[in-house]
């Protein structure tokens, strides 16, 4: 069978990404709409934790979707020296398919950074940007840690654990789990709030703020220059491309390929779609769960369970939890 999962752009990564939908209510989603060309298990809702209704007026006028732009900026910034100091301390020589998977993650991350600031650039009229200029000061989106995930993404923890924040902390259990915690695919079975339980919730707000304010405003929301796009032939050299971004088709291919890197599948598919198998790259989440594990994901390993629960089962690699070089947890840098 057809596996209708994979980015356009990359046959070898495992993704779902949800098109958009008229239902404001995720309990009453036609799913097989919802999740084009997937099964879902008979009976089986997707509830996310901030309503669908909420995730779709989010976006409040265009100064709001640029300042969530700049927000997811600093999200995605938020996560690369947490994962670097996963991998700078583990000793040489040791761990050589986690470093592997951890160097894969980082470099993706900035590749979601050029897709952010395309998106960003497509959406801002030149006529506002003096010669010179820069949309704002870089400043403002480095983040200190610990820190909470920005925008408003508030990931579900054990009961009676403080609100999760992103810390700096070298290669270890905790570290992979925070990993996990930062990449994880909102649950089905989560109750509503008012926040974000996922980086993907976070960007299907922008995905919808994109798509209305560009319908609803005459010529448009993409007249953004050109020249300020970084192309394909600028190099990337991992998973995934670099998406030049002038139309809202453009714009929604780059989040599809920020959310697929990221979290990947949502909600609960039965096995006969291939979704774990050799020579496939997996989501952000299901790359840290392998090194949790000291296993790498084989074909059967969803077994009619939510994939974000799915345990893998494949071919073992060598983990050493004692190999890694002493940190300090969120060393600060006094100068900076």
């Not at 032939?233 to 890197?261: F, L, P, R, W």
Request: charged letters at 25%; one cysteine or more.
């Amino acid at each position: 069978m057809e596996n209708n999962f994979f980015q356009k752009n990359n046959p070898n990564r495992q993704k779902l990404i949800k098109p958009l939908t008229d239902s404001d209510s995720p309990q009453e989603t036609d799913t097989s709409i919802l999740l084009k060309g997937a099964t879902l298990v008979k009976g089986q809702n997707i509830q996310l934790k901030m309503s669908k209704k909420d995730v779709k007026n989010y976006i409040q006028d265009l100064k709001h979707l640029q300042d969530c732009l700049k927000t997811a900026l600093k999200l995605e910034l938020s996560t690369i020296p947490p994962y670097l100091c996963g991998l700078y301390t583990i000793k040489e020589g040791s761990n050589v398919e986690a470093a592997g998977l951890i160097r894969s993650v980082v470099v993706e991350e900035m590749l979601h950074m050029i897709l952010v600031a395309n998106i960003l650039n497509a959406i801002t009229d030149p006529k506002t940007i003096k010669k010179g200029d820069t949309l704002f000061n870089v400043k403002e989106i480095i983040p200190s840690y610990p820190t909470p995930l920005p925008g408003g993404i508030v990931p579900e923890v054990p009961k009676g654990m403080p609100p999760f924040e992103v810390q700096l902390l070298r290669f270890s259990r905790e570290a992979l789990e925070e990993f996990a915690t930062i990449e994880r695919p909102s649950d089905p079975k989560a109750p509503i709030t008012k926040n974000f339980d996922s980086i993907g919730q976070f960007y299907e707000s922008i995905r919808y703020g994109l798509l209305r304010l560009n319908e609803t405003t005459p010529g448009g929301i993409f007249i953004g220059d050109p020249k300020r796009q970084i192309a394909p032939e600028h190099y990337y050299g991992s998973g995934g491309k670099i998406t030049k971004v002038i139309t809202y088709e453009d714009a929604e291919e780059a989040i599809g390929e920020i959310v697929g890197q990221g979290e990947g599948i949502d909600g609960t598919i039965t096995t006969e779609h291939v979704l774990f198998g050799e020579n496939i790259e997996y989501a952000h989440y299901f790359k840290f769960q392998e090194i949790s594990y000291g296993r790498m994901y084989s074909a059967n390993d969803t077994n009619f369970q939510m994939p974000v629960r799915s345990v893998p089962t494949g071919r073992p690699f060598a983990i050493s939890w004692s190999s890694v070089y002493n940190m300090k947890a969120n060393p600060k840098n006094e100068r900076l």
